[in-house]
């Protein structure tokens, strides 16, 4: 039998995997709530206070929702891959479906890019949404190198999800999976500037949160909304992040 006619019906199979783990996607509330509708939420909070519509000679002149649309762009992308992807994958592990489709012309690294994959799309449309509500809402403005947002925005999202992955793989249960995410989520959202924004933290902390992956996209994606190219220390920082987890997620990753 040729390679062709055997690889016709494992693509046909990733195609079905994709398309039904899509349909749970949708029916579960809760992910899409904490991707989707919480960045925009906290941007519409902070946007509707006054204070934070005023220059701020702190931040170069930017007003503190200027600032905050980066943050709640990344607040998406945190809460996808360590609240939302984890405990979905760590339960088929701990139900047995994985070791199951082991068994059919499906193998289970087809649901981990499914996974990766619609949790991938959901965060990028999360981060559109900020951005959209933030020009139209609060008049911030579009990035102004776009290229360079749009590549630390991938960059970003691809140290979200290994992150997201390294936490399934280490966790054994559903519930050590949602414990482990809730712990890094807050200092995630710390680094990310969530509570303060890097530019804004003093210069001795903020040089230590830009070697975290957020705090370096963080100002990574400031630097390219300003209209300046990413600096080439602060991609290094996510990307180097990304390979060293998505490694670290291979290394550990169990399938039963």
Known sequence: MSTVTLAAPARTARRAVLTAEFRLFLREPGSLVGILLFPVALLVILGSI?????????????????????????????????????????????????????TTPVRPSALLGAQMGIHG?????????????????????????????????????????????????????????????????????????????????PDALAHIVELTPFGAAAQALNQAAAGDWPGTVHLLVVAAWAVALSAAAARWFRWE
Do not use: H, N
């Open 121 to 201: 799309a959901a965060v990028l449309v999360s981060a559109a949404l900020c951005l959209a509500v933030g020009r139209l809402a609060f008049d911030v403005a579009l990035p102004r190198q776009l290229f360079g947002y749009l590549l630390a925005l991938v960059l970003a999202v691809a140290v979200a999800l290994a992150l997201g992955a390294v936490v399934c793989a280490r966790a054994g249960t559903t519930k050590i999976s949602a414990a482990i995410g809730t712990v890094v989520f807050f200092p995630s959202m710390f680094t990310a500037g969530v509570w303060l924004p890097v530019q804004s933290m």
């Open 50 to 102: 006054p204070a934070f519509r005023e220059a701020d000679d702190s931040l170069g002149g930017i007003r503190l929702v200027d600032a905050y649309v980066p943050v709640t762009v990344l607040l998406g992308m945190i809460a996808g891959g360590l609240q939302s992807m984890p405990p979905i994958l760590t339960g088929y592990r701990e139900r047995g479906i994985l070791r199951r489709m082991s």
